[in-house]
Protein backbone atom coordinates (compact mmCIF):
# COMPACT_ATOMS: atom_id res chain seq x y z
CA UNK A 1 0.00 0.00 0.00
CA UNK A 2 1.35 3.01 -0.74
CA UNK A 3 1.94 6.29 1.91
CA UNK A 4 -1.11 7.99 2.99
CA UNK A 5 -0.34 12.28 3.10
CA UNK A 6 -0.24 14.03 6.22
CA UNK A 7 -1.44 17.10 5.19
CA UNK A 8 -1.87 18.51 8.91
CA UNK A 9 2.26 17.57 9.04
CA UNK A 10 2.36 19.46 5.42
CA UNK A 11 1.12 22.78 7.08
CA UNK A 12 2.71 22.23 10.38
CA UNK A 13 -0.72 22.03 12.25
CA UNK A 14 -2.79 19.91 14.57
CA UNK A 15 -5.22 17.76 13.86
CA UNK A 16 -7.73 19.91 15.92
CA UNK A 17 -6.84 23.17 13.90
CA UNK A 18 -9.66 25.63 13.31
CA UNK A 19 -10.15 26.81 9.61
CA UNK A 20 -8.49 30.29 10.64
CA UNK A 21 -5.75 28.02 11.88
CA UNK A 22 -5.50 26.16 8.52
CA UNK A 23 -5.26 29.60 6.60
CA UNK A 24 -2.84 30.93 9.24
CA UNK A 25 -0.73 27.53 8.52
CA UNK A 26 -1.22 27.74 4.56
CA UNK A 27 0.31 31.23 4.54
CA UNK A 28 3.23 30.63 6.40
CA UNK A 29 4.27 27.18 4.79
CA UNK A 30 3.56 28.42 1.33
CA UNK A 31 5.66 30.93 1.43
CA UNK A 32 8.42 29.32 3.06
CA UNK A 33 8.06 26.53 0.23
CA UNK A 34 7.52 28.95 -2.52
CA UNK A 35 10.07 27.98 -5.48
CA UNK A 36 10.53 31.78 -6.68
CA UNK A 37 12.29 32.05 -2.94
CA UNK A 38 15.28 29.47 -4.64
CA UNK A 39 16.43 32.03 -7.40
CA UNK A 40 20.13 30.16 -7.77
CA UNK A 41 18.33 27.04 -7.42
CA UNK A 42 19.78 24.24 -9.36
CA UNK A 43 16.75 22.19 -11.30
CA UNK A 44 16.67 19.58 -9.11
CA UNK A 45 16.49 21.55 -6.01
CA UNK A 46 13.64 23.87 -8.01
CA UNK A 47 12.04 20.41 -8.78
CA UNK A 48 11.58 19.46 -5.25
CA UNK A 49 10.32 22.94 -3.89
CA UNK A 50 7.59 23.08 -6.73
CA UNK A 51 6.94 19.24 -5.57
CA UNK A 52 6.93 20.69 -2.03
CA UNK A 53 4.54 23.76 -2.95
CA UNK A 54 2.24 21.56 -4.59
CA UNK A 55 1.55 19.48 -1.52
CA UNK A 56 1.06 22.10 0.64
CA UNK A 57 -1.57 23.29 -1.65
CA UNK A 58 -3.20 20.24 -1.79
CA UNK A 59 -3.00 19.71 2.34
CA UNK A 60 -5.00 23.41 2.38
CA UNK A 61 -7.53 22.32 -0.43
CA UNK A 62 -8.62 19.23 1.45
CA UNK A 63 -8.33 20.47 4.92
CA UNK A 64 -9.73 24.10 4.56
CA UNK A 65 -13.17 22.97 3.56
CA UNK A 66 -15.35 20.96 5.89
CA UNK A 67 -16.69 17.97 3.78
CA UNK A 68 -13.37 17.58 1.75
CA UNK A 69 -11.61 17.33 5.85
CA UNK A 70 -14.13 15.07 6.77
CA UNK A 71 -14.07 13.16 4.53
CA UNK A 72 -9.79 13.02 4.33
CA UNK A 73 -10.00 12.74 8.46
CA UNK A 74 -12.14 9.12 7.81
CA UNK A 75 -9.72 8.23 5.46
CA UNK A 76 -6.66 9.39 7.40
CA UNK A 77 -7.92 7.61 10.89
CA UNK A 78 -7.80 4.05 8.82
CA UNK A 79 -3.93 4.65 8.63
CA UNK A 80 -1.46 3.22 11.00
CA UNK A 81 1.55 6.15 12.23
CA UNK A 82 3.68 4.01 9.70
CA UNK A 83 1.51 4.26 6.46
CA UNK A 84 1.22 8.27 7.02
CA UNK A 85 4.07 10.69 5.55
CA UNK A 86 4.42 14.55 4.67
CA UNK A 87 6.44 13.64 1.75
CA UNK A 88 5.30 15.18 -1.23
CA UNK A 89 5.16 12.58 -3.28
CA UNK A 90 2.12 10.99 -1.21
CA UNK A 91 0.17 13.62 -2.32
CA UNK A 92 0.17 13.30 -6.40
CA UNK A 93 -0.45 9.43 -5.17
CA UNK A 94 -3.69 10.65 -2.65
CA UNK A 95 -5.43 12.56 -5.68
CA UNK A 96 -4.27 10.03 -8.36
CA UNK A 97 -6.46 7.02 -6.29
CA UNK A 98 -8.97 9.65 -4.11
CA UNK A 99 -9.75 12.91 -5.99
CA UNK A 100 -13.30 11.53 -6.94
CA UNK A 101 -14.42 11.17 -3.75
CA UNK A 102 -14.12 15.02 -3.86
CA UNK A 103 -16.85 15.44 -6.54
CA UNK A 104 -19.98 16.07 -3.97
CA UNK A 105 -17.95 18.35 -1.63
CA UNK A 106 -19.43 22.09 -1.60
CA UNK A 107 -16.25 23.92 -2.46
CA UNK A 108 -14.31 26.74 -0.93
CA UNK A 109 -12.88 28.49 -3.45
CA UNK A 110 -9.23 27.16 -3.10
CA UNK A 111 -7.75 25.48 -5.55
CA UNK A 112 -8.74 26.21 -8.95
CA UNK A 113 -10.39 29.26 -8.59
CA UNK A 114 -13.43 28.75 -9.30
CA UNK A 115 -14.99 26.32 -6.44
CA UNK A 116 -14.86 23.57 -8.49
CA UNK A 117 -12.58 20.38 -6.85
CA UNK A 118 -10.16 18.79 -9.42
CA UNK A 119 -11.26 15.91 -11.78
CA UNK A 120 -10.00 12.89 -10.64
CA UNK A 121 -6.33 12.01 -10.62
CA UNK A 122 -6.12 16.26 -11.10
CA UNK A 123 -4.72 17.90 -7.90
CA UNK A 124 -5.58 22.13 -7.54
CA UNK A 125 -3.46 24.42 -9.39
CA UNK A 126 -0.88 25.34 -6.62
CA UNK A 127 -0.39 29.08 -7.67
CA UNK A 128 -3.72 29.49 -7.96
CA UNK A 129 -4.23 28.61 -4.36
CA UNK A 130 -1.77 30.89 -3.54
CA UNK A 131 -3.33 34.00 -4.86
CA UNK A 132 -6.81 32.97 -3.71
CA UNK A 133 -5.28 32.99 -0.14
CA UNK A 134 -3.30 35.89 -0.36
CA UNK A 135 -5.51 37.96 -2.08
CA UNK A 136 -7.46 39.17 1.13
CA UNK A 137 -4.10 41.37 1.65
CA UNK A 138 -6.04 43.33 -1.37
CA UNK A 139 -9.47 43.11 -0.30
CA UNK A 140 -11.20 45.79 2.02
CA UNK A 141 -11.36 44.60 5.85
CA UNK A 142 -14.07 47.25 6.97
CA UNK A 143 -16.10 49.88 4.56
CA UNK A 144 -15.41 52.74 6.70
CA UNK A 145 -14.37 55.66 3.99
CA UNK A 146 -15.64 56.82 0.88
CA UNK A 147 -14.40 55.04 -2.01
CA UNK A 148 -12.91 57.94 -3.45
CA UNK A 149 -9.08 55.86 -4.12
CA UNK A 150 -10.78 53.27 -5.47
CA UNK A 151 -12.60 54.95 -8.15
CA UNK A 152 -9.64 57.21 -8.72
CA UNK A 153 -7.20 54.10 -8.63
CA UNK A 154 -9.81 52.79 -11.48
CA UNK A 155 -10.00 55.59 -13.48
CA UNK A 156 -5.79 56.14 -12.95
CA UNK A 157 -5.31 52.34 -14.03
CA UNK A 158 -7.32 52.40 -16.72
CA UNK A 159 -5.59 55.33 -18.10
CA UNK A 160 -2.54 53.81 -17.86
CA UNK A 161 -3.51 50.15 -19.40
CA UNK A 162 -4.79 52.24 -22.21
CA UNK A 163 -1.37 53.76 -22.60
CA UNK A 164 0.34 50.43 -22.63
CA UNK A 165 -2.46 47.97 -24.09
CA UNK A 166 -5.23 49.51 -25.69
CA UNK A 167 -8.84 48.32 -24.47
CA UNK A 168 -7.58 45.00 -23.37
CA UNK A 169 -5.16 47.28 -20.90
CA UNK A 170 -7.38 49.46 -20.22
CA UNK A 171 -9.63 46.77 -18.76
CA UNK A 172 -6.75 45.35 -16.82
CA UNK A 173 -5.39 48.49 -15.53
CA UNK A 174 -9.19 49.31 -14.29
CA UNK A 175 -9.30 46.44 -12.30
CA UNK A 176 -5.87 46.30 -10.66
CA UNK A 177 -6.57 50.48 -10.18
CA UNK A 178 -9.55 49.79 -8.43
CA UNK A 179 -8.73 47.10 -5.73
CA UNK A 180 -5.57 49.22 -4.48
CA UNK A 181 -7.39 52.22 -4.69
CA UNK A 182 -10.00 50.25 -2.31
CA UNK A 183 -7.09 48.78 0.01
CA UNK A 184 -6.56 52.78 0.55
CA UNK A 185 -10.07 53.26 0.89
CA UNK A 186 -11.15 51.01 3.94
CA UNK A 187 -7.93 50.55 5.32
CA UNK A 188 -7.04 53.98 5.50
CA UNK A 189 -3.61 53.68 4.74
CA UNK A 190 -0.97 53.25 1.37
CA UNK A 191 -1.17 49.40 -0.08
CA UNK A 192 2.84 49.65 0.63
CA UNK A 193 2.12 49.69 4.49
CA UNK A 194 0.22 46.80 3.68
CA UNK A 195 3.00 44.88 2.63
CA UNK A 196 4.97 46.31 5.43
CA UNK A 197 5.81 43.57 7.39
CA UNK A 198 6.58 41.18 4.91
CA UNK A 199 9.72 40.42 3.72
CA UNK A 200 10.74 41.59 -0.21
CA UNK A 201 10.79 38.31 -1.54
CA UNK A 202 7.07 37.37 0.22
CA UNK A 203 6.32 40.79 -1.25
CA UNK A 204 7.71 39.63 -4.45
CA UNK A 205 5.90 36.02 -4.71
CA UNK A 206 2.64 37.02 -3.21
CA UNK A 207 2.25 40.42 -5.80
CA UNK A 208 3.33 38.31 -8.88
CA UNK A 209 -0.06 35.71 -8.00
CA UNK A 210 -1.97 38.67 -7.57
CA UNK A 211 -0.82 40.04 -10.69
CA UNK A 212 -1.57 36.95 -12.77
CA UNK A 213 -5.20 36.42 -10.76
CA UNK A 214 -6.20 40.12 -12.15
CA UNK A 215 -4.40 39.37 -15.63
CA UNK A 216 -6.63 36.07 -15.87
CA UNK A 217 -10.11 37.92 -14.38
CA UNK A 218 -9.42 40.39 -16.66
CA UNK A 219 -9.12 38.11 -19.67
CA UNK A 220 -12.03 36.22 -19.14
CA UNK A 221 -13.92 39.18 -19.21
CA UNK A 222 -13.07 40.31 -22.31
Not at 181 to 200: H, N, Q, T, W
Amino acid sequence: MSSFPDYYALLNCPKTADQDEIRTAYKKESLKTHPDRLAKATPEEKKRATEKFQAVADAYYVLSDKTRRREYDALYSTRSAGETTDAPGASANFFANFANMFTGAAGAGTGTGTGVPPTAGHQPDAEDTFADVFADLLRPEVERHAPWWAWFGALSGAGLGFIVGNIPGLMVGAVAGNRLGAVRDAKGKSVAAVFSELGGDQKSQILRALAMKVLGTAASAI
